[in-house]
């Protein structure tokens, strides 16, 4: 028995001691001074300004290219970390091949790694179980992946987010001519859609190339 209590307690001592470290790893704050699209941002810390990509997720293009659900990602990141104070946490890899820092982000210092704690004060995971991001992780820097694989199974399960925007898409032809501006947010199924012919430049396409280009939702004028 005085056996049975001794391995116990120093197993006790052993996960304190990796909570300790954890939250060690976690240095003191930053401020994000701008958010690029929905999985990168800047940060000042030690007198510069740093590049973060944070891992083990993936949000739709928003910049170079705009995706589906990109330019939602992005002005949700940016809803809720410009000008905010962050804490970063790193994994293995230091940078990517894009000299960005590699890391994960939260809003609040964990107190305990709990399931909730980590949904609830980590960015990366708020922005898989809100729908905005996808679980992505590359090795080595895995150490969040069960994680994050469970809370895009939520998201999905639910619906949030681009998810909605995949399960309403399914019902659609893909294929069937629609129009759009280069600024609009819509795509249109007329031609003559009044809303479309205050711009100077209409684009024509299949419905999947208006959705790829980031048009994500129907006109409501000329919606069939």
Known sequence: MKRRVT?????????LG?????IQNI???????????????????????????????????STTKVEPYGKEAAGFTKSQLLGKKVY????????????????????????ELTDSEI?????????VIEGYAQSATYPP????????????AEARENNRGLWALEEKTKSQNLDRIVYWTPNGKSY??????????????????TLREALDAGKSDPCNYCVK
Not at 18 to 22: E, L
Not at 143 to 150: I, L, M, R, T, V
């Open 188 to 205: 249109h199924y007329s031609k003559e859609c009044p809303t479309l012919q205050r711009s100077k430049v209409i684009r024509q396409g």
């Open 88 to 111: 970063l946490e790193k994994d293995v890899s230091e940078t990517d091949k894009y000299g960005r820092l590699l890391r994960y982000v939260w809003l609040k210092k964990p107190s």
């Open 27 to 61: 240095p003191s704050g930053v401020t994000v001074t701008r958010v690029i699209d929905g999985d990168t941002i800047e940060v000042k810390m030690n007198g510069g300004t740093y590049k973060v990509r944070l891992i083990g997720i993936n949000t739709p293009e």
């Open 141 to 152: 820097d895995v150490k969040y992946a069960e994680y994050f694989a469970k809370y895009e």
């Open 7 to 15: 391995m116990s307690s120093a197993v006790v001592v052993f996960i």
């Open 119 to 127: 949904r609830t004060k980590m960015f990366n995971a708020i922005l």
């Open 18 to 22: 990796a909570i300790v470290v954890i």
